[in-house]
Nanobody, 124 residues
Framework: QVQLVESGGGLVQAGGSLRLSCAAS????????MAWYRQAPGKEREFVAT????????DYAASVKGRFTISRDTAKNTVYLQMNMLKREDTAVYFC?????????????????WGQGTQVTVTS
């Protein structure tokens, strides 16, 4: 059983930056494809970014491409989401997710493990 714990959320002004972290435990981190999703109030959870076990194969949602960067540190069993040039529409609860099968998938159902989420609020 994999446990995921997100941190790094908070309040930031538009144009600012935040770095989210997701610490994984209970499994072999290198075996899992990792991803970030977000859910804004009144909206469905949506895909943000994913990173394969190789650390190089990456996919981003169009809305964050060029502003957000996903990365993973195998020594720390942690996946990061560096968020730059934040916009008000980036306000959401951000969730970390993990899947044991290789491949880039955006579908929520393809991820087996989820964290509890961390709130990101962007003010104007």
């Amino acid at each position: 059983q994999v446990q995921l714990v997100e941190s790094g959320g908070g309040l930031v002004q538009a144009g600012g930056s935040l770095r989210l972290s997701c610490a994984a435990s209970g499994g072999i981190f290198n075996n899992y494809v990792m991803a970030w999703y977000r859910q804004a109030p009144g909206k469905e959870r949506e895909f943000v970014a994913t990173i394969e076990t190789d650390g190089y194969t990456i996919d981003y949602a169009a809305s964050v491409k060029g502003r957000f960067t996903i990365s993973r540190d195998t020594a720390k069993n942690t996946v990061y989401l560096q968020m730059n040039m934040l916009k008000r529409e980036d306000t959401a609860v951000y969730f970390c997710a993990a899947r044991s099968q290789d491949g880039i998938y955006r579908g929520i159902a393809s991820y087996e493990y989820w964290g509890q989420g961390t709130q990101v609020t962007v003010t104007s």
